[in-house]
């Protein structure tokens, strides 16, 4: 059920592709439901700000960028974006929806960091490159599925990228600049995960 050409998917054939990939009923709540957090995220976002992104994209892009999760079997985790890319190209469908998986890493990785960090993917860049894209990479550091999945204030997350060095901190930084802060306390509420 890829969706038709030139078309964004809709919610429901999002949700079908979930289901479709997902091996247990356990991955699958907890990738569809970060996926749906961090498309709140980015919907927050948007409305705060009157920017002039594709709002329909920004919505499937979120709902669409760890896809991938569900095909990591013994993998590498930071793989799991280029098996999204990879599964998402397989179904047909376009390369503008595939590429929130495989650009959607940290504040982005560049080839540079894939050879010098020797990290186990095909070298090239993974920098998102549309503003839509930017915003999806964006809010997704805000909730990590870790067990159990919490969400993520800016400060902590600018405080882990420091490892990543200097131009991660001032990626994010300038990240945090164009988009703002989310409000993460109604998340919080309605989810129920803690705050780090
Ligand atoms: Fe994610």
């Given at each position: 059920?890829s969706p038709?050409p030139g078309r964004v998917p809709t919610?429901?054939q999002i949700?079908?592709l979930?289901?479709?990939?997902?091996?247990?009923?356990?991955?699958?709540?907890?990738?569809?439901?970060?996926?749906?957090?961090?498309?709140?995220?980015?919907?927050?976002?948007?409305?705060?700000?009157?920017?002039?992104?594709d709002?329909d994209l920004v919505r499937a892009g979120c709902l669409l960028h760890?896809v991938?999760?569900?095909?990591?079997?013994?993998?590498?985790?930071?793989?799991?974006?280029?098996?999204g890319d990879q599964l998402l190209r397989e179904a047909g469908w376009p390369d503008r929806l595939a590429r929130f998986c495989s650009h959607h890493?940290?504040?982005?990785?560049?080839?540079?960091?894939?050879?010098?960090?020797?990290?186990?993917?095909?070298?090239?860049?993974?920098?998102?490159?549309t503003?839509e894209e930017?915003?999806v990479?964006?809010?997704?550091?805000?909730?990590?599925?870790?067990?159990?999945?919490?969400?993520?204030?800016?400060?902590?997350?600018?405080?882990?990228?420091?490892?990543?060095?200097?131009?991660?901190?001032?990626?994010?930084?300038?990240?945090?600049?164009?988009?703002?802060?989310?409000?993460?306390?109604?998340?919080?509420?309605?989810?129920?995960?803690?705050?780090?």
């Open positions: 059920m038709e919610d429901a949700l079908a979930h289901r479709q990939h997902a091996p247990t009923p356990e991955a699958f709540e907890l990738v569809y439901t970060h996926c749906r957090i961090v498309c709140a995220i980015a919907e927050q976002l948007l409305r705060r700000r009157a920017h002039s992104l709002a760890d991938g999760v569900y095909r990591l079997g013994q993998d590498h985790y930071l793989r799991h974006g280029v098996l890493t940290g504040v982005g990785l560049s080839r540079d960091d894939v050879t010098t960090q020797r990290l186990p993917l095909p070298v090239a860049d993974y920098l998102a490159e503003a930017e915003l990479m964006y809010a997704d550091k805000f909730h990590s599925k870790t067990t159990p999945p919490v969400f993520v204030s800016a400060d902590t997350y600018a405080a882990r990228v420091r490892r990543f060095g200097a131009d991660k901190v001032a990626r994010f930084a300038a990240l945090r600049e164009t988009f703002g802060e989310p409000d993460l306390a109604p998340l919080i509420d309605h989810y129920g995960h803690a705050l780090v």
